[in-house]
């Protein structure tokens, strides 16, 4: 039969289905298939906080989006052009993304009378047939069936047989979009190598699902997404938190220390511990805690006796550190605290996303505690920003929050990697061995960057004392004199200020350095407001978008940088935070536009509010 | 490494700050004692570390001429133990009070002992919380009338030694502030301990709780309600030493020596965990009538338990053997990787 060809600048797919439908491993199947093929592209994994929620309810529904093509992507994508559901559940809780007249590809045997009870669908309705899909392009197949037929002289069970319907659904994609197969056959051995059953009947589906897009007539269009014109150079696919991982190992590599991650698991961090646990050979060093606070502590244990010291969490997780990060301030040893932000006070939205903890981050400790703080704006830019906050930490003798995000942790894009020669340098030096006729050693004594030396035991001569107590300045005693105890609050701020020297400047991301509107964003807002601006830009406003990654301290200029526009409106996915430190900082009206539902902004909602407050 | 041998003495071990506990507080016997032990280690000083969490006695470090951390309250345990899986070279020790380890810091104290750092662990007891002046503590009896509790403590307390016997601790030992060279041959002891080794010390704070151990340090009850266990030898106890323990099948009875065959009373061994159980549980208050005696000395001693820096640090060196050492630009490039012109 003969297919008509397409040509598409980019697509949507979302795929969605059971918590036990096998989504996200579709999902980042079909990523990898993509990047390797050289289409730019983003991604956003959705799924419940339950491992496994009741079969076939919305709670249950997981889903992942792929924003692949031709050009640059900076988004997952605000509407969906093609919609995977598995069930009605899934159908249900994601149809309103999809865009009008978009196709779906429906797994019949999940819209059953038993699926459509779990679903809440009242009971004389089903959406494939009572025409409320109508507006749709509807491609009805019964997968489980086809997947059973295909396997029935494998000897495996039904169940086992239907773990392998996610295969059909991704091989017919494949075929759809011209993706080879080959990759995921290689996943797929790799994987089961040790149940070659298992292996060959999900191989075996993924063929059927290719052969199915050839042979029946249901399928008459096939897609190109040619590749993206990218910077030239080597690329891999990344996810935020395992780029985290890297930027961490990366900074331990060309600083020379051994890394020691201590931690407790919680969502969305964990992954950085599960990446970072399988490099020990590497000079890694994972430490899966007792609980939250001994995660930090023995962070802080490893700083002192000399390690590249990293904890990492999320949420509470972090609230509950906070006594230890005023203990590290206090200490002046380098520390690096990865927040993977979550949705909510308390336990919230554990798998959703938002960065509502920069105020936190600011301020969240007793007394005056100031730490640097950075924040990745993508999933690669957390190898970056992950390596910035170890580099600063080891300069600078000094705590340092890297902020991340829900979204961009479990987020994948395409990676232009570095070669290590291209790392910036990070030297650390201990303080030296003493004999007995030196002068005494002064654990407080301070350099340009006011840090004080790494004194770690073992060296000959360094004995010496430290505690969360108030110290004298210099000597690094206990003090409770007030005039010292003035100056060494100020100390503290002037040396986390006098890291804006050593960080770049700010820099426009998009659009003139003047002009009507400058959006000002941080984090993982990043690519949504950068396809904003540009949209904005093509249709003739006078708009430019900055993106803070350094936010304690601010790049030097940020002032400036800011006092050339007429307005300033900081989007972030929290009730305002950046905002309230900017207009605090610079005195500038900045326009704050808040998004609090544990989910990205979509880009045209951010062109559209902009339009707004362009009058 | 040149074999130079350290001649230290204990005055080495003293900083130059000025003590600060109150007159006639049980902690200066054991920053006495411990630096007393010290110079005799044989080993330089500057690998000396004391991590200490909050409370009187954790203000133990800065008295120290080692390296010290005067940390968070409860914490020193986890602090410790990232400082030794990290620098497994250094002699860590951790000083905590009965508030730091066994209330604010219980979840900590658990998880070292049964993970097994080769950490020295000093646990001041007082049986009440010094510092913030006089409230009971997780070992303070029940009833214990404080600033806190005008009626009486309602909480039953700890029993230390048992505590650590059920989180697996590999070496529990009990002293006393009042005995410094029973308290100085522990603390040697634990030292020499390839693990955590925790060991209680009874300290007598003279403000708030004084005379909570009076009975067991004072000449005129000392022997009748102390059990000095050696190991080997025989559970005797009394003025004259006319006292002994039995066991009747698992139940620990008080015999007279001159009524038994010597090979009938307890022999202490303190490598068997069940026996060291029993005798964690000679916890009885010394007023009621039929009471045993309070054991001090070494409860067990378990030499066979690999420690967690240990096979913390194996796995590292495994690693680098099974994959080599890590090459930086391999882990950034991955497995994957496309070419764009």
Known sequence: MSTVETTLESVVIRFAGDSGDGMQLTGTQFTNAAALFGNDLATFPDFPAEIRAPIGTIAGVSGYQIHFGSTRIHTPGDQSDVLVAMNVAALKSNIKGLKKGGVIIANTDGF?????????????QNPLKDGSLAGYDVKEIDVTKITRAALADSGLGTKEIDRCKNMFVLGLLYWMYHRPIENTIEFISSKFKKNQAIADANIKVLQAGWSYGETTEMFA????????????????SIMGNQATALGLIAASVKSTLPLFYGTYPITPASDVLHELSKYKNYNIKTFQAEDVIAGICSAIGAAFGGHLAITGSSGPGIALKT????????????????????????????????????????????????????????????????????????????????????????????????????????????????????????????????SRPWAVPGTKGLEHRIGGLEKQNITGNISYDPENHELMVKLRQEKVDLVANYIPEQTIDNGADSGDLLILGWGGTYGALKTATAQLIAEGYSVSHAHVQYLSPFPKNLGELMSKFKKVVVPELNNGQLVKIIRDKYFVDAIAYNKIQGQPFMSIEVVNKMKEILG | MTTETIKLTSKDFSSDQEVRWCPGCGDYSILKQVQTVLPDLGRPKEEFVFISGIGCSSRFPYYMDTFGMHSIHGRATAIATGLKATRPDLSVWVITGD??????????????????????????????????????????????????????????????????????????????????????AIIKRGYEHKG????????????????????????????????????????????ENEKGIKLDGFKPVIVNVADVSENELWIHDETDLVKATILSRFYDDPSVEGHFPRPFGVFYVNNNKSTFDELFNNQIEYAKESYGEGDLDKLLAGRETWVVN
């Open chain 1, 112 to 124: 059953d009378a038993k699926n459509l009870r779990l679903a809440n669908v009242p009971e004389d």
């Open chain 1, 221 to 236: 269009q096939r897609y190109n997404v040619a590749p993206a014109k990218m910077e030239a150079g080597i690329y891999r």
């Open chain 1, 323 to 450: 006594e230890a990060i005023g203990l590290a301030t206090m200490l002046e040893l380098p520390l690096v605290v990865v927040n993977v932000q979550r949705a909510g006070p308390s336990t919230g939205l554990p798998t959703k996303t938002e960065q509502a903890d920069l105020l936190q981050s600011y301020y969240g400790r007793n007394g005056e505690c100031p730490v640097v703080i950075v924040a990745a704006q993508s999933p690669a830019d957390c190898f970056n920003m992950a390596y910035e906050a170890c580099r600063i930490a080891l300069d600078h003798m000094i705590p340092v929050f890297f902020l991340s995000d829900g979204y961009i942790a479990n987020g994948a894009e395409p990676w232009r990697f570095p070669t290590s020669d291209k790392l910036q340098p990070i030297h650390v030096e201990f303080a030296g061995e003493r004999q007995a006729t030196d002068d005494k050693f002064m654990p407080y004594l301070r350099d340009e960057k006011l």
């Open chain 2, 99 to 184: 508030g730091d380890s066994m209330s604010i810091g219980g979840n900590h104290f658990i998880h070292m002992l049964r993970r097994n750092p080769d950490l020295n662990v000093l646990l001041f007891n007082n049986q009440i919380y010094g510092l913030t002046k006089g409230q009971y503590s997780p070992t303070s009896e029940q009833g214990k009338v404080t600033k806190s509790t005008p009626m009486g403590s309602v909480d039953y307390p700890f029993n230390p030694i048992a505590l650590c016997l059920g989180a697996d601790a590999t070496f529990v030992a009990r002293t006393l502030d009042r005995d410094p060279k029973h308290q100085q």
């Open chain 2, 196 to 239: 955590t080794s925790l060991v209680e010390i009874y300290q007598n704070c003279n403000v708030f709780n004084d005379g909570a151990f009076e009975v067991f340090t004072e000449k005129g009850t000392k022997k009748q309600e102390t059990l000095m266990m050696e190991h080997g030898k025989p559970l005797i106890f009394g003025a």
